[in-house]
């Protein structure tokens, strides 16, 4: 078999193995970083919506009104209003994906017992409630130590969003904005700029009824905040998801891969309190790990999702990733009787099979460069030659054509 550069000479030849074979050279790029969390789960921007003081309107107007639209929502529980009295209908929430956290058992100033006694309270109502997040009673941001000894993020109020690739100052103290002139159209402008600016911004709001005060909004007008939201296609979420997942992204993202694999990528958890499961969406990249990867967590798959991302748990704090093998994406009688073989091994490729005849050949990235192309014709010897620069460690697309037209496309394994 021998391969015929129209445009570049051909730099070595030696003998590779008896049989059709040829070994081609591999140029590689920098690496980037191997893992990448997609913002946001996905979305151009996130929401959190957080009520306070377990009021007794929310259980009737507002959680219904949520419900009808998907929307799952924080509550700051505290000793007052319809809590403990309401409790069944309390766990009912939590059971249905709402949050419940701790916003003290008084309503004080946070002072290590108020706080560790509300957080075993509600952690005790059903094994679906964390309660690991906590916001500050009056908007008093005070006793940060003992909310930190029971919560991986604390919710102060101010008129913040928060971007994505910056983390907060503070995580006992991530802002949300307070509704205080009974009207949602401060809520609707910050859904707006968390939509506009990618990045992610909560309300904070009281009762959820008829004649609302000023910290309280009435069901026709939180509806239009959670509406914003949805209409914006924002992420929406509770505060400790949306939390869990932004915290997690700065561990994950600077998380190391070594050597050829198969990788044991390893981190460890940014907060004691983190919550039991953080769902994250992440990219691997396919100059360290090649474009073919198979990816478990603790013995299970994880399946790929459409849009090439691995939704794993963070909190299992390990991820196993090996490479997937070469796959024929589309093939022809003439190649399929042929049995074409690409075998991608260190900086040498080897095509076996092909039967003999003239070729003409080109490879690209799975994002469509043309990174090299030429003819071969196959008559029995072997040669080795470099193909043209730049080729990239990940996996490769090599599409060979027959002089009777026929094609076959073949994913090219990662370079090891
Ligand atoms: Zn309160």
């Known amino acids: 078999m021998r391969w015929i550069y129209p445009h570049k000479s051909v730099k070595s030849r030696k003998v590779f193995q008896a049989g059709s074979l040829i070994a081609l050279s591999f140029a590689s790029l920098t690496q980037a970083g191997p893992v990448t969390t997609v913002p946001w789960d996905g979305h151009t921007g996130a929401f959190s919506f957080t009520y306070d003081d377990a009021r007794n309107t929310q259980i009737p107007n507002l ?4 419900d009808g639209l998907g929307i799952k929502v924080t509550f700051f529980i505290t000793n007052m209003y319809s809590f403990p009295s309401a409790k069944a209908d309390w766990i009912k929430a939590a059971k249905n994906g709402h949050e419940l956290a701790n916003h003290t058992s008084d309503h004080g100033s946070p002072s290590g ?51 994505w690739d910056k983390a907060p100052g503070d995580w006992m103290n991530v802002q949300g904005l307070i509704i205080n002139s009974g009207a949602p159209t401060p809520g609707v402008n910050l859904v707006n700029s968390a939509k506009s600016a990618n990045s992610w911004g909560l309300t904070i709001v009281h009762d959820v ?78 100059a360290t790990f090649g474009d073919a990867v198979e990816v478990s967590q603790g013995g299970t798959k994880v399946s790929q999702e459409s849009d090439g991302s691995f939704v794993i748990d963070f909190m299992k704090l390990s991820l196993d990733v090996q490479k997937g093998g070469s796959s024929i994406l589309d093939d022809s009688k003439f190649f399929k009787a042929a049995k074409v073989q690409i075998v991608r091994a260190g900086s040498q490729l080897q095509v076996a099979g092909l039967p003999e005849g003239s070729y003409s050949y080109s490879f690209r990235t799975l994002s469509g460069q043309e990174v090299g192309n030429g003819t071969v014709r196959a008559q029995g010897a072997v040669e ?33």
Not at 128 to 142: G, K
Not at 149 to 161: D, K, N, P, V
Not at 238 to 259: E, I, L
Not at 389 to 410: C, D, F, K, Q, Y
């Open 209 to 286: 009824g008829p004649n609302p005060d000023q910290y309280s909004l009435t069901a026709a007008d939180n509806k239009k905040m959670l509406d914003a939201a949805v209409a914006a296609k924002v992420w929406i979420a509770p505060y400790a998801t949306v939390g869990a997942y932004y915290r997690a992204h700065f561990v994950m993202d600077a998380v190391t891969a070594s050597g050829s694999g198969p990788w044991k990528l390893t981190w460890t958890s940014p907060h004691p309190k983190m919550p039991k499961v953080v769902k994250l969406r992440v990219k691997l990249a396919a």
């Open 63 to 66: 959680i219904p009104q949520a």
């Open 384 to 416: 080795s030659a470099q193909v043209p620069a730049p080729l990239h460690r990940g996996g490769l697309l090599m599409v060979i054509r027959s002089s009777e037209a026929a094609t076959i496309s073949v994913q090219v394994p990662p370079s090891i």
């Open 113 to 163: 017992s108020n706080v560790s006694s509300m957080a075993s309270t509600l952690r005790a109502l059903d094994p679906s409630v964390d309660a690991v997040t906590f916001a500050y009673p009056n908007c008093s941001v005070a006793g940060t130590s003992s909310v930190s000894a029971e919560s991986f993020m604390g919710r102060g109020c101010g008129q913040a969003t928060y971007a």
